[in-house]
């Protein structure tokens, strides 16, 4: 096992793994969505294993696990992946460094596309170390992105800044 691994399995066993529980275990996000924690693809859902093989394909780095997050009800007519926010984080190692971020896709109705956002846990730091990451940085991200897609993924217009 490499440096790079090692710091990657630390992260994600103190930290990512217990925030995308925390997240999926939620009893108030539960009563309107379905949640799953995917740790090892594929997922047993096959929409979502199309956005992760479709967010992997965008980011081209290291994917680590994701949460998906599926509204338990969809407007009828619209596209079968519509309803799923999916996030996983992404790592880009460079020797024995290792830098972590998050992305996210969902579709949109307002284009009938997908769309796809390459976060940071903090907009401060281009390159932010993966041991530098802590809990409240994920769920942070999680409760913003989220919040996002509530917003948007379901509105007839464009979310502000598309052009």
Do not use: C
């Not at 997922?43 to 338990?72: C, F, H, M």
């Not at 190692?93 to 796809?116: C, G, T």
């Amino acid at each position: 096992m490499t440096v790079a691994d090692e710091k990657i399995k630390a992260f994600e066993s103190s930290v990512l793994i217990s925030a995308l529980a925390e997240v999926s275990t939620s009893t108030a996000l539960l009563k309107e969505y379905e949640a799953e924690v995917v740790e090892h693809r594929p997922s047993a859902d096959v929409a979502v294993e199309e956005l992760l093989t479709s967010l992997a394909e965008a980011i081209s780095r290291r994917a680590g696990p994701s949460l998906l997050l599926k509204n338990r009800h969809v407007p009828p007519g619209l596209s079968r992946l519509a309803g799923r926010y999916v996030m996983t984080v992404f790592y880009q190692e460079a020797k024995d460094q290792v830098y972590v971020s998050p992305s996210v896709i969902f579709w949109m109705r307002f284009n009938n596309k997908l769309h796809v956002f390459n976060h940071r846990y903090d907009n401060a730091v281009a390159y932010q170390h993966v041991e530098d990451v802590k809990l409240s940085h994920v769920l942070n991200h999680i409760l913003n992105s989220f919040d996002f897609y509530k917003l948007y993924a379901f509105s007839e217009h464009p979310f502000p800044g598309y052009r």
